[in-house]
């Protein structure tokens, strides 16, 4: 870490960008294979339509896909341009970090986490589930981290206050609508968000992410495009909430305090 904080800024730019491609890159493997329980380690990477594998020098994120003109070298069938833009987003996720962060143990995390958010948001939106893989690792992530950011007493309540929450959010729809409303991945998605930044930043994440999910939704029930009954995926509400807080959240939470002791 020594070494990056001395070295240019033009360095640290290009090596966080590399960093966020090759991430980028893990987080495809994750959104292919988690959903259908596959190992994200073996087989290493093929191609969905041959099943060869894919050499070294054709997986190399963004540029290969470029270079190869977005199709496989074997059978030369089309691969999805959804593959270089997760990598791309991911980057540009890890830079927006860094420049928010700087050089330390709270980037370091998001390193982590920022990746994460967004793999759980793209498996969500695709199969309406999160996967326990994550969450479950996740929550001891969150304490773990949590303990250095917000100390381990407040990391502990945030757990227990963001995975009641929306236990009793999920408990009271079931009675009230005799179905599920709210799966178990987003209870453990949390609760993990609790332990990561402590009771009233947890808080804070259900309110955006709650407002958020409610703005999607009336907009689509206005452009009839889902109705009172359509199943809305929560994790990217869940995920763009967690992410405004992890950077902004200090700052929200002063500034609505400074607003109501006038």
């Known amino acids: 870490m020594n070494f990056l904080i001395s070295a240019p800024f033009s360095f640290q730019i290009t090596a966080i960008l590399f960093l966020g491609l090759i991430l980028g890159s893990f987080v495809n493997v994750c959104i292919h294979r988690l959903p259908k329980k596959e190992s994200i380690i073996f087989p290493g990477s093929h191609c969905m339509s041959c099943n060869e594998p894919i050499s070294p020098r054709d997986n190399i994120p963004v540029f290969s896909y470029l270079l190869l003109n977005g199709k496989c070298r074997q059978c030369t069938k089309s691969i999805s341009a959804l593959y270089p833009i997760i990598e791309l987003v991911t980057a540009l996720l890890l830079l927006l970090g860094f420049i928010k962060l700087g ?23 695709n199969h309406k589930i999160i996967p326990d893989i994550i969450t479950i690792p996740g929550i001891l992530f969150g304490l773990i981290a949590g303990s250095y950011l917000v100390g381990l007493k407040d990391s502990s309540l945030g757990l227990l206050v963001g995975g009641s929450i929306f236990l009793i959010i999920s408990e009271i729809y079931y009675r009230i609508r005799g179905r599920i409303g709210m799966g178990g991945g987003d209870i453990k998605f949390i609760a993990a968000a609790g332990a990561l930044v402590g009771v009233q930043q947890i808080v804070l994440i259900v309110f955006i992410s709650s407002f958020m999910g409610s703005l999607v939704g009336l907009v689509g029930l206005a452009g009839k495009k889902v109705n009172a009954l359509s199943k809305i995926p929560f994790g990217p509400f869940l995920s763009g909430g967690t992410l405004i807080v992890y950077f902004w959240g200090e700052q929200i939470i002063q500034m609505y305090i400074m607003n109501i002791t006038g």
């Open 103 to 125: 050089i330390s143990i709270k980037f370091l995390i998001f390193c982590i986490i920022g990746p994460a958010l967004l793999t759980i948001s793209i498996i969500d939106i």
